[in-house]
């Protein structure tokens, strides 16, 4: 006679069911920043040379894939009716513990390998994300957790409906997207100044934390425009804007001061490219090809990266690093050519990436470090 357990079984009723053009965006999103922090090496090799198209081609994924991770949390968060216990103990927890694990797992590595010792103040530069450090992607979780804060303060006020508005929650993030618009346009202008101090910086994500949720619940073009047309129209703006920022913008300006230079995440540019990224895989979920890929083999694998896509944000940079320490000693892949060994190395660090989480996510306890969803 086989039992079930209802508290299990209850939890699983409550699950929403996964939305799988996110969990492609996200796949997407983290191969795109595994790509940056391979191709950066690249960058400043080829910074006078003529290959530098290609290695800013890879590296310029990020400006692209950050804002998109920011967006699909506003897509999924906005909305939640969370109470603050549950706020604090869901969420901030879940980005917590893998958090503060791999953050033991990077000031250990550093103090053994790097700096011959404990290092106090190195560890903390680690713990907030501070340049040239091996932690120097960790601002991303500081920022989130600020984001998060956010998303309960703007879900508690769709909440509590004041004012009577009719429609509210649609009026509201409606004029909240135009103000992130409103607020990108002045950084893009140089009116404001979205990087100091770094608290600034972390809240200025909210612009795409609204506009994430806007363009995922209030497009309105859907039901004017035959989708067929949408999806070709997304593609080419998306394509577009993207080789004219490598090609017209980044190269040109790089080769100019003969240093990488990139335009900011608050940036119309980088706004207009990545609100394009997300419609685009909005509409093709709705295609019969895209809907047919989620049960097969490439489907699985997108589903597969983003469920450890927090993970492997945390653990990539570190990965990277061992990857090419060990591999230097077999082959002098840093004067190779960028459009071979970028993708290598990122297809290396990915897959090592994956195993080493799944490993963990076996073992009790340690599978709480893994960011798995």
Not at 138 to 160: D, H, R, T
Not at 184 to 211: D, E, K
Not at 283 to 296: A, C, V, W
Request: positive net charge; hydrophobic residues 50%; contains cysteine.
């Amino acid at each position: 006679m086989n039992e079930t357990n209802p508290t299990k079984e209850s939890e699983n009723m409550a699950k929403p069911k996964r939305i799988f053009y996110y969990d492609v965006l996200r796949a997407l999103a983290i191969i795109g920043i595994v790509f940056c922090h391979v191709s950066v090496s690249y960058v400043s090799r080829d910074i006078n040379s003529p290959n530098l198209y290609i290695s800013v081609f890879f590296d310029c994924f990020r400006d692209f894939s950050i804002p998109i991770f920011v967006m699909l949390s506003g897509a999924l968060l906005i909305g939640k009716k969370d109470t603050l216990v549950k706020f604090f103990k869901k969420r901030l927890s879940r980005l917590f513990i893998p958090f503060l694990f791999w953050v033991l797992i990077y000031i250990i590595f550093t103090s053994l390998f790097l700096n011959h010792g404990f290092n106090l103040d190195n560890a903390i530069k680690i713990l907030f994300g501070t340049a040239g450090t091996l932690g120097v992607h960790f601002w991303f979780v500081w920022m989130i957790i600020i984001a998060y804060i956010g998303i309960f303060i703007i879900n508690k006020i769709i909440q509590m409906q004041p004012f009577n508005i009719e429609n509210f929650n649609r009026k509201f993030i409606t004029i909240l997207a135009i103000l992130s618009v409103i607020y990108i346009g002045l950084s893009h202008y140089h009116l404001f100044n979205p990087y100091s101090p770094r608290l600034t910086y972390y809240i200025s994500f909210l612009a795409y934390i609204i506009i994430g949720y806007f363009l995922a619940k209030c497009d309105f073009l859907e039901s004017r425009i035959n989708r067929k047309y949408l999806i070709i129209i997304t593609t080419l703006l998306f394509i577009g804007s993207y080789l004219w920022y490598i090609f017209c913008f980044v190269v040109p300006r790089s080769h100019m001061v003969h240093q990488f230079v990139r335009l900011s995440y608050f940036n119309l540019l980088i706004l207009f490219m990545s609100a394009n990224a997300f419609l685009l895989f909005k509409y093709l979920s709705k295609t019969e090809k895209f809907i047919d890929m989620e049960n097969n083999s490439l489907g699985k694998a997108f589903t597969l990266i983003s469920n450890y896509s927090y993970g492997i944000y945390l653990a990539h940079y570190l990965i990277l690093y061992c990857i090419k320490i060990n591999l230097i000693r077999i082959i002098n892949f840093t004067q190779g050519s960028s459009l071979i060994w970028i993708p290598v190395l990122v297809i290396l660090t990915t897959v090592i990436s994956l195993i080493i989480l799944s490993i963990l996510d076996r073992i009790p306890y340690l599978d709480k470090v893994t960011g798995k969803k």
